[in-house]
């Protein structure tokens, strides 16, 4: 009887308790022995292999599955993390089957990839179920590198920087590290605090002080930073969200997808989490996925992504899109909002305009409108950097598209300063990315150091 | 729709599919399961004197895998029956009268002495069984008995044991042989001159399995100590064929007829063994692994496989493969393949490539205009069949013949018609020799 569902408007405790634990627990199991024997025999330890090739952070895909195939974990899960140290996250949030897995060549002979995520997951399970540390922190170079931003792409940097030898000092705005993987990510996909296991598992190796609560721009200057550190690294993501390009007036209902989610993933008890009867997303990529999904998974009745362009043009993956529409999340394409509608000062109705290409390929409204009724809009439209942060400073970092510049080694346009993950242009908003400019930057400024170092001691 | 129907040394079954001498014909129970599943024919596990012996209480077996945990190879330290002798009579006497179309061959393993093999044949043919078969090949625990295998490795005891069997006895008696010989040839001809009807091979294969590595102890591991074992299951189906065809291939063994074993878990191994000259065929590792059903699968794919090719009976192909073993020196030096690639079945694996890059002879791209591309360079490619074997995909690389006459990029020679090694001129033994041409040619 404390079943909730069908009243009106945004209300917690929708369904009964017991059901909170099981929506938002893992959304897939993790492979028993036994399946991850049968699964990695199906690896053909391809020559060149295209998995590793499709990896941002190249893992030896095949030499990991071998590894778990002989028995040999330890060396598994060493493969996975001496090339990208969040291989626990990245096995569950990773979108594979645009990346290894859908470069395995499994896919041509028999339609079925083998499944690499989740063997990734087996490897890096059962080193962290035994708390095996595998890395040491390097000799002191006695070189200090600020990182600013303690997500992936700050402790990836972070870590590679302290198993070199450098002095890390990690500045990170919020309460937790961890960045989206710990305020980000859908619940059900980083079930059971990996997020934080991995966090600590980073800060594990040493060499690595945190300073919670520190926030460029209020807590932090760049100027600052580059005076008192040898190097500095920005990993600060993207902080603001898209608007909806209508009027937004102050109404209860309009929510930013990603403040809600954070939300979610910080409640203890999702029962006292309100949510709409009703809920409408705006958006087409892994957030509105998983804002939509994490709505229904709450009690929401009946939840609507709108989106602008069709399926290809949707950001999130065609398995993303599947994984919505399993969970009873309705996709509408070709449509955007054109209005909000209110009653008694709350969101009641969104309007939208269906759209298409015109003849010059340009994105047009049709005319023709529908409503839709909803207790809730989220705006998932895709997030812009705040500027503002950067210390006055934003003029003297060369920004492209809206985002930091920087070159392959990840080098931005001010000497010293280095920047990966979302906040850089030319990314794919991905973790693994994320960690892979971390590790890319950390190398760069180690040679930069090191150089710096030979010019002491010769000049 | 072929006539399956098999006579083995006059011994008549509804197909050639026996269960050999092994736990799975220990008992009637197991039996009769056998032969409503559809088997042709058994033979009993092997009879002993009383007292009977004793088996571990440990594991008895051991087995590697392939992928998905595919069973390919087992191993047994059972030793032969362990239930009284009586018991085994009273069991065959009563198989025998309820299916007596179904052959019933009594495998048999006493010590080397004559009144022992004299009083169990008695026994044996009293209990109305269709024939025996010698176990000269056990190689473990009974062995050090001096029996099994003890027997089977020495020609001339062989030779003896066959000749006071068929003194003893009217019943046909084959000489089950031990593959743990250097030349299996010389038992086999051992057995034909002390009168044997015919052999059955192979017996198991002396075998450590693996090795316990925590206990460091050989495995399977009865109380933190391994013996040796017998080694048979699909593994050792190759050395079994191989075994099997030199016997049917030999002068001296014409005419001896042969039972298959070693490995045989579908039809077309079956077919294998029979086309090479086995008349039937016995099998043990895929009933255990899979059941008595199993047999179904070779008895309906055997006939089909006969309906295919026009065989109205098993005899029409037995042999037929037997002339065309032949010793290394007989091959056409001359005949020359290249390896080909379809593109439309390759999946991009690229383990052909490095297979060849890094252990043959470099003859397969790694790719074209900056792709993934695997594709056979005949000037380096000496049809090695490397590639082939490592290919996921069935019929993705096939080797092509080059027709005569035409040239051969690797060697920028005409291929030429048969010529072999006992021709070569590089070879010392041929009339062709010439020292001086020799030493221009690198070695084999």
């Not at chain 1, 598994?76 to 001496?82: H, K, V």
């Not at chain 2, 055997?302 to 493969?321: I, P």
């Not at chain 2, 594709?375 to 005569?404: F, K, R, S, Y």
Request: some cysteine; glycine content about 10%; hydrophobic content about 40%.
């Amino acid at each position: 009887m404390s079943e909730h569902r069908s009243r009106d408007g945004v209300q917690s405790g929708r369904l009964p308790p017991e059901a909170y634990a099981r929506n938002f627990g893992d959304a897939h199991p993790p492979m028993t022995r036994h399946q991850a024997l049968v699964e990695s025999d199906r690896c053909l330890f391809c020559y060149a292999a295209p998995c590793v090739e499709a990896c941002p952070t190249s893992i030896d895909i095949p030499s990991f599955i071998r590894k778990i195939a002989t028995g040999n974990l330890k060396g598994s899960a060493r493969d996975i993390l001496q090339q990208n140290i969040m291989g626990a996250v990245c096995a569950r949030v990773c979108p594979t089957e645009v990346l290894c897995e859908g470069a395995c060549v499994r896919n041509t002979a028999e339609d079925r990839p083998v499944a690499i995520g989740a063997l990734q997951r087996h490897a890096t399970d059962w080193l962290s179920d035994r708390g095996i540390q595998l890395f040491e922190r390097g000799a002191p170079s006695g070189k200090r590198v600020a990182v600013v931003g303690g997500g992936p792409a700050g402790l990836s940097c972070a870590h590679r920087l302290a198993l070199i030898g450098h002095a890390v000092t990690v500045f990170e705005a919020r309460a937790k590290l961890g960045g989206l993987n710990e305020y980000g990510v859908a619940a059900y996909k980083v079930a059971g605090d990996v997020a934080q296991r991995e966090v600590e598992y980073i800060l594990g190796v040493g060499g690595i002080e945190v300073r919670l609560g520190q926030r460029l721009g209020r807590d932090l200057t760049l100027a600052g930073l580059r005076r008192d550190f040898d190097a500095v690294f920005l990993g600060i993501g993207l902080g603001a969200v898209n608007a909806l390009g209508v009027d937004e007036p102050a109404l209860d209902g309009v929510h930013d997808a990603i403040a809600y989610i954070e939300r979610l993933r910080q409640t203890r008890d999702l029962s006292a989490l309100p949510v709409g009867r009703r809920v409408v997303v705006v958006g087409g990529g892994m957030t509105a996925i998983d804002i939509a999904t994490q709505t229904r998974r709450l009690g929401a009745e009946d939840v609507t992504i709108v989106y602008r362009r069709g399926p290809a043009q949707m950001s999130a993956s065609a398995k993303e899109q599947d994984w919505a529409q399993t969970n009873g999340v309705r996709i509408v394409h070709w449509a955007r909002p054109v209005r909000l509608q209110a009653a008694d000062g709350k969101l009641s109705r969104v309007e939208f305009e269906y759209t298409r290409l015109d003849a010059q390929g340009q994105l047009a409204g049709t005319g023709e409108r529908f409503t839709l009724s909803a207790d809730m809009v989220f705006k998932a439209i895709g997030q812009v950097l705040v500027r503002d942060g950067l210390d006055g400073h934003a003029d003297l970092l060369d920004i492209d598209s809206g985002r930091i510049a920087a070159d392959a080694e990840r080098r931005t346009s001010l000497p010293g300063v280095w920047a990966g993950g979302d906040c850089v242009a030319g990314g794919k908003d991905l973790t693994v990315v994320a960690v892979e400019d971390g590790k890319l930057a950390a190398q760069s400024i180690d040679r930069a150091l090191r150089a710096g170092v030979q010019e002491t001691t010769h000049g | 729709m072929a006539d399956l129907t098999t006579t083995f040394l006059g011994i008549r079954s509804p197909n050639p599919f026996w269960l050999a001498s092994a736990p799975p014909t220990d008992k009637a129970y197991n039996v009769y399961r056998a032969f409503e599943a559809g088997w042709g024919g058994v033979v009993w596990k092997t009879l002993g004197e009383d007292p009977p012996i004793v088996n571990v209480s440990g594991p008895r077996y051991g087995a590697i895998y392939g992928p998905s945990r595919h069973l390919i190879g087992f191993n047994n330290i059972e030793l032969i029956t362990d239930r009284p002798l009586e018991v085994n009579l009273r069991e065959i006497r009563q198989t025998k009268r309820d299916w007596p179309d179904r052959a019933l061959v009594v495998s048999l393993m006493v010590p080397c002495e004559e009144r022992s093999w004299k009083a169990i044949l008695r026994q044996v043919e009293d209990a109305s069984a269709d024939g025996v078969e010698l176990n000269l090949g056990c190689p473990h625990g009974m062995s050090e008995r001096g029996m099994g295998s003890a027997v089977g490795q020495v020609p001339e005891y062989v030779e003896m044991v066959v000749r006071w069997c068929k003194e003893n006895t009217r019943l046909p008696v084959i000489v089950k042989l031990t593959p743990n010989v250097t030349n299996i040839l010389a038992p086999a001809r051992a057995a034909k001159h002390g009168g044997a009807d015919a052999v059955s091979l192979i017996n198991t294969i002396s075998a450590i399995m693996a090795v316990d590595l925590d206990a460091m102890t050989p495995s399977p591991n009865v109380d933190g100590r391994g013996a040796h074992g017998g080694y048979c299951g699909p593994a050792v189906k190759p050395v079994a064929l191989r075994m099997v065809g030199e016997i049917a291939r030999d002068p001296e063994c014409a005419g001896m007829p042969i039972s298959g074993i070693g490995g045989i878990a579908t039809w077309r191994d079956a077919a294998e063994f029979m086309a090479l000259g086995a008349s039937n065929v016995q099998v043990c590792t895929a009933a255990m692994v899979y059941g008595f059903k199993v047999v179904q699968e070779m008895i309906d794919g055997l006939s089909d496989w006969m309906d295919a090719k026009g065989y109205q009976s098993v005899a029409e192909f037995v042999g037929r493969a037997t002339r065309n073993f032949v010793d290394w020196e007989h091959l056409n030096l001359n005949y020359t393949v290249k390896a080909r690639i379809d593109q439309s079945l390759c999946i991009q694996c690229g383990r052909c490539h490095i297979a060849c890059e890094d252990t043959s002879h470099q003859a397969i791209t790694r790719e074209q205009d900056g792709k993934r591309h695997y594709e056979v360079i005949d000037a380096e490619c000496v049809g090695c069949n490397l590639c082939v074997n490592v290919c996921p995909v069935e019929h993705c690389i096939t080797l092509v013949p080059l027709p005569i006459g035409t040239v051969d990029p690797r060697t920028g020679r005409e291929v030429e018609g048969y010529a072999d090694w006992t021709t070569h001129p590089n070879n010392p033994a041929s009339d062709a020799f010439r020292p001086a041409a020799a030493a221009g040619r690198s070695g084999p």
